[in-house]
């Protein structure tokens, strides 16, 4: 409800009144709140207005509209595994990339073994390799290069990527955005095509509910 001159105590600060009627869930806020939360990007409020749309365009309950949304979000999410996977084939990448650097640099076993199938350099004595900073040290010969230049590439890619966003381009987030947009929009015609590709928009890999 809005405020009113008894909200408020004489110090400025809410009522014991005021502060029960406090919405706390989605389903009880007012439209133009769920429309306010949603305008900026809120996930689970555009997730109400859809909801409220169905209710509106199928002239049917919450409940059954609830049921409807489910449906909308199972196509939805079909092909959601398809979508993230070069994100997860980064992730997988990257860790198992950061894990294998530290016993190709120093440890003893997998120094020599790499060194023998494909760097064929010359052994240091026994004395030079009995610690795994010397270890290291011998290693660093072929894994500087090796690692430096991966260093670089990656600082390129960074750079450029921070170019792409400034200019508001992630062509691939884009490509599989608006794909997801069209096919929901095609399965489901009789709704608003804009609540539509923003609850798309908005609606994480990743949620609990």
């Known amino acids: 409800m809005p ?3 008894d909200s408020f105590n004489s110090e400025g600060k809410p009522t014991i009144e005021y502060a029960k009627s406090m919405k706390t869930s989605f389903t009880s806020m007012s439209n133009m709140d769920i429309i306010h939360l949603a305008s900026e990007g809120d996930p689970m409020a555009n997730r109400e207005v859809l909801t409220r749309h169905i ?3 199928d002239n049917i309950e919450y409940d059954e509209a609830a049921k409807i949304f489910t449906k909308i979000r ?4 079909g092909n959601v595994i398809l979508h993230f996977a070069p994100y997860h084939l980064g992730l997988v990448v990257s860790l198992a990339g950061a ?3 530290f016993p190709l640099v120093f440890e003893y076993n997998t120094v020599m073994a790499f060194n023998d199938g494909w760097v064929t350099m010359d052994i240091p004595e026994p004395k030079d390799l009995e610690t795994w900073l010397e270890v290291g040290a011998f290693s660093w010969n072929w894994m500087e290069p090796i690692l430096g230049q991966v260093s670089f590439v990656l600082l390129c890619l960074q750079f450029a990527r ?6 508001g381009l992630r062509p691939y987030g884009k490509l599989v955005r608006d ?3 069209k096919r929901l929009i095609k399965h489901f015609p009789q709704y608003d095509p804009r609540i539509l590709s923003n609850y798309s928009i908005t609606d994480p890999y990743y949620y609990d509910n």
């Open 3 to 5: 405020p009113t001159a």
């Open 99 to 101: 894990a294998a650097s």
């Open 179 to 181: 794909l997801r947009v």
């Open 74 to 77: 199972e196509v939805h999410r």
């Open 55 to 57: 209710m509106s365009v």
């Open 162 to 167: 921070a170019q792409f966003l400034n200019l």
